[in-house]
């Protein structure tokens, strides 16, 4: 028969109150962009963040989501590990489907500044309701 315990230093790194590595990666998060490789030509970039979560603000219960993200890049092109750190930042804010859905594409155009983008908040069921939100953004081009 084996007897199995923790020694002290293993005891230590799992209570730990230190923000782990990844914690402090999603803490410090923003969106990145760099240079559209391929500027004048229009292409879609579809991106799914199928782990999406949040807190209700009403009950704090957790919400989770599928978020599609579709755009046609104009000068520049977001960094794809800073959009996962970017969405995983959401995990303990208190917003609704609604607001989040929103809120991420502001936080989308202004860092990217795309031809257009489409944002789909595809909510898991809860208490029987299935919640998808779906917001649009296309840049005004200016005529001369």
Known sequence: MSNSQVKPSETESVTNTEP?????????GQLITFP??????????NIVLPEFTCKC?????????TIDLTYVPDQS??????IKLYINSYRD????HEE?????LDDFVAACDPLSVHIKGD??????????????????QQTN
């Open 77 to 82: 092109v977001v960094e794809l590990k800073s």
């Open 36 to 45: 559209n490789p391929r500027p004048g030509r229009s292409y879609q970039i």
């Open 93 to 96: 804010r208190y917003i609704s």
């Open 57 to 65: 603000p009403f009950s704090g219960y957790p919400d989770f989501a």
């Open 123 to 140: 909510f898991n069921p809860r208490g029987n309701v299935h919640t998808v939100v779906e917001v649009h953004h296309h840049k005004h």
């Open 100 to 104: 989040s859905v929103n809120q991420i």
């Open 20 to 28: 782990r590595y990844g914690e402090r990666e999603i803490s410090e």
